[in-house]
């Protein structure tokens, strides 16, 4: 068998990207050759291709699930904000330009070809694809320009299922609200929906299953359960974002604060925190919130001295000055803990002062650096040169407890997390106890379980039916002009 699914959404933040890593565990586990696929993502949360491409984070997580190797052609189009109402628009894997909401439109509708080409070639190479769609699936003031919903499934041949988020209440309304704004020809691609995240008694549901597929002939597929506190990993919405802190599971944990940056970029690079029982994690956006910190981190960022204006802004720089705990700077946040930075191609604003912790002098420049490094990934405009140099990290700088590095993801790599934190502990005078599960395994375990989850929710069987009723890809209609 082969086919190929679009797993869409009532709203933002219903599911779509758990529920298609689900999917493609549970596939994979069939041992089917299944691929992801999200044609078009706004996010800063990215990955990098072993060739050199930027992708989401959720589809890169999505092909560990699949076990099969991100490619670029897994996400074509990657929108990255930097400001309210622009972004950096990265197509197959390299950034192009920068565009602003209003325009975007248009370039939009330019890019459809790109998108189909990349989805159709995936499934030429691949048995199986399950597509991720974005945001509302009937977003009507924008289906003219949608390439990753709807849209694409008729222009692609491939049916759809929606993603209904039940915990946030009025969850029968927007599934049928969802059906019925769409057009006739976008409704016909939609097969069934799902509930997710439901807390308590699934039958009480089924008055309101009975009557929402008498009024649109569709079947609900399945209501998941919310999953509690089961940490979840590579989000890629900000509105997930809370699901990456923990309290500890030890009895005095190592207490890591992240600056909770307005533009933040990474954030998978605390996902192996998030792992570690004796570490506990919470987001900072106030000076009181690092007054016990052990280890205070200044992450990622998709515009550098914007969100360093917005530290000094809101307190925190003087407070990460005098914190005592220890300080990592993580890409953007190391290029802030230096003397300087001299921007003139992210914000344009020139030289502008650092925190001066570190004695390192940044300049952005071209070409933008996209690679794999060792454990982890490089994605960086700036150029840091370091009078001290940290001789633990490919590319940092350390002075005392404060250190720096322009590598994404060095968490993901064992030996170092747990030379690291043992490190602060020490330093601290607190307990560090390093997980006794690997990093890898524990996202082989984290995906495992979400598939159980889908497995014993979901109907699998009338999933599979409706994935293979997709069209060949040789049959694809095509776009609506």
């Not at 809370?242 to 009895?251: I, K, L, M």
């Not at 952005?364 to 405009?381: H, L, N, Q, S």
Request: charged share 20%.
């Amino acid at each position: 068998m082969s086919g190929a699914l679009l797993v869409c959404g009532a709203t933002s933040g219903a599911g779509k990207s758990t529920v298609t890593s689900a999917l493609c565990r549970v596939w994979s586990d069939a041992g089917r050759d299944v691929a992801p696929f999200k044609a078009q993502n706004m996010s800063n949360h990215a990955a990098v291709t072993a060739d050199g491409g930027e992708i989401g984070r959720a589809q890169a997580m999505q092909a560990w699930a699949a076990r099969v190797a991100p490619d670029r052609r897994m996400n074509p189009i990657l929108l990255k904000p930097s400001a309210a109402r622009t972004s950096h628009l990265v197509v197959l894997g390299d950034e192009v330009t920068v565009t602003d909401a209003a325009g975007y439109g248009e370039v939009a509708r330019g890019l459809r070809d790109v998108v189909l080409e990349a989805f159709t070639s995936l499934r030429a190479e691949h048995d199986w694809v399950v597509a991720e769609g974005a945001g509302g699936a009937a977003e009507i003031n924008l289906l003219d320009r949608d390439l990753v919903n709807l849209p694409l499934a008729a222009a692609a041949g491939i049916p759809a299922i929606v993603v209904v988020d039940i915990d946030r209440g009025g969850a029968f309304a927007s599934a049928y609200g969802t059906w019925a704004l769409l057009p006739d020809h976008l409704r016909r691609q939609v097969r069934g929906f799902v509930f997710n995240q439901f807390r308590g008694d699934a039958s009480l549901l089924e008055p309101g299953h009975a009557e929402l597929t008498d009024r649109t002939g569709l079947p609900v597929l399945g209501v998941l359960p919310h999953l509690g506190q089961h940490p979840m990993l590579g989000v890629e919405d900000s509105l997930d974002l809370a699901t990456t802190t923990r309290p500890g599971g030890s009895p005095s944990p190592l207490r890591v604060a992240l600056l909770r940056l307005p533009h933040l970029a990474n954030p998978a690079d605390f996902d192996p925190l998030v792992m570690e029982p004796s570490v506990s994690l919470r987001w900072a956006a106030h000076p009181d919130d690092l007054d016990d910190a052990d280890l205070v981190i200044l992450p990622g960022s998709r515009a550098t001295v914007a969100d360093l204006a917005w530290i000094r802004e809101r307190g925190l720089a003087d407070a990460v000055a005098r914190t005592g705990a220890v300080v990592l700077g993580i890409c953007a946040g190391y290029q802030m803990l230096g003397r300087w930075i001299d921007d003139r191609i992210e914000s344009g604003a020139g030289r502008v002062p650092g925190l001066d912790l570190l004695g390192v002098e940044t300049t952005f420049a071209t070409p933008k650096i996209v690679r794999r490094t060792g454990p982890g990934y490089e994605i960086r405009w700036g150029r840091p040169v370091s009078d001290e140099p940290w001789d633990v990290a490919v590319e940092g700088s350390r002075r005392g407890s404060v250190h720096g590095t322009s590598v994404h993801g060095l968490f993901d790599d064992d030996a170092f997390r747990h030379s690291f934190l043992g490190e602060v502990a020490r330093s601290r005078g607190r307990r560090y106890d390093p997980s006794p599960v690997s990093f890898a395994t524990a996202v082989d375990q984290h995906l495992d379980h979400l598939a159980s989850w889908l497995g014993e929710h979901l109907d699998l069987d009338a999933v599979d039916k409706i994935a293979t009723s997709a069209l060949p890809v040789d049959a694809a209609p095509g776009w609506v002009r």
